[in-house]
């Protein structure tokens, strides 16, 4: 509901759009330069890959200098940017590879988000992590980390407290997992399917799926966002059901966050799947597509680097960090026996 207030003329609106892009032009500028420093090191090192490269490096930057003149235009590359990547990933699936891919990891993907939020709920017992706090960690572990984590809290409310310490915990094993995946995908000898689908059920949010599947290979990185995309769906049937639990009352029940449970660059990418499959894609343009999409994720890698916080991650605590250690590496573990069990490796 719009108040009369936000209705009125505002002397300064005109203001507010350039205001806010010149304060994101230094992040973004920034952002850009990692990731051209990143991408020809990513090239000498491909084991690493550019995206891991340049998250480092921002996570350098961010410790070491000040940069919060920069964290505007970082937030936009690890927003918008990133987004607009996976939605260029899609120009070179068809949506039949985007089906067969999606069914096809389904014993998988809901096999860890059985584990992740079971384990949440006991271990989150055993730890003394309680309430919309451990809620929050197992939805963020179990299906897209910090995009679950906005969703549900709107649905149960959670207090701003509880969704620092989950964002904070599932961004720590964000970048763990960007930078000992590929590795340790390379130690265990796994195929481009089989790490595409290990990256997609187990690492947290989306740039970090893309991030380690893309540093892997193209096909993994390719299987690991649809796998992924796949899995951040789940958000859907979790937040009904959150939402039926906590309403108390007609009074009380909250709206749904619809907009937040089919975010923008899924249909995107949805629609790049249908225009690729149509044939409006010409196949030439494919590999300046996927260079264009692996660029802007190396610089939304990067403004991921540049936004983090030390304080927020201390502040977080020894319990709640433990859960999300224990959900990650169990999530982790899982997806690969999974695997295994069903001879979708």
Known sequence: ?????????????????????????????????????????????????????????????????????????????????????????????????????????????????????????????????????????????????????????AVIGAAEVDVAYAVATIFTFNVAAVLLYPALGHLLGLSQHAFGLWAGTAINDTSSVVAAATSYGRAAGSYGVVVKLTRSLMIVPICLWLGIRSGRGAGERRALPWRRMFPPFLVGFLLASLLDTAGTVPAGWHGGLTATSTFLITAALAGIGLGTRPAALRAAGVRPLLLGGLLWVAVGASSLLLQLVTGSR
Do not use: F, K, N, Y
């Open 1 to 153: 509901m719009t108040s009369p207030r936000a209705t009125a003329p505002d002397p300064t609106g005109a203001r507010t759009r350039p205001d806010r892009l010149r304060a994101a032009g230094p992040g973004l500028v920034a952002c850009l330069g990692i990731a051209a420093v990143a991408t020809p090191l990513g090239r000498l090192v491909p084991v690493v890959g550019s995206p891991v490269i340049a998250i480092v490096l921002g996570v350098l930057l961010a410790v070491g200098v000040p940069v919060g003149r920069l964290r505007p235009g970082a937030a936009v590359a690890a927003g918008p940017a990133l987004q607009l990547s996976v939605v260029l990933l899609g120009t070179g699936l068809s949506l039949t590879q985007v089906a067969r891919t999606g069914v096809s990891s389904l014993p998988v993907l809901l096999g860890t988000l059985a584990v992740a939020l079971g384990g949440a709920r006991l271990a989150g017992r055993v730890l003394g992590v309680r309430g919309d706090r451990r809620t929050l960690i197992g939805v963020g572990t179990g299906i897209c980390g910090a995009s679950a984590i906005a969703a549900v809290t």
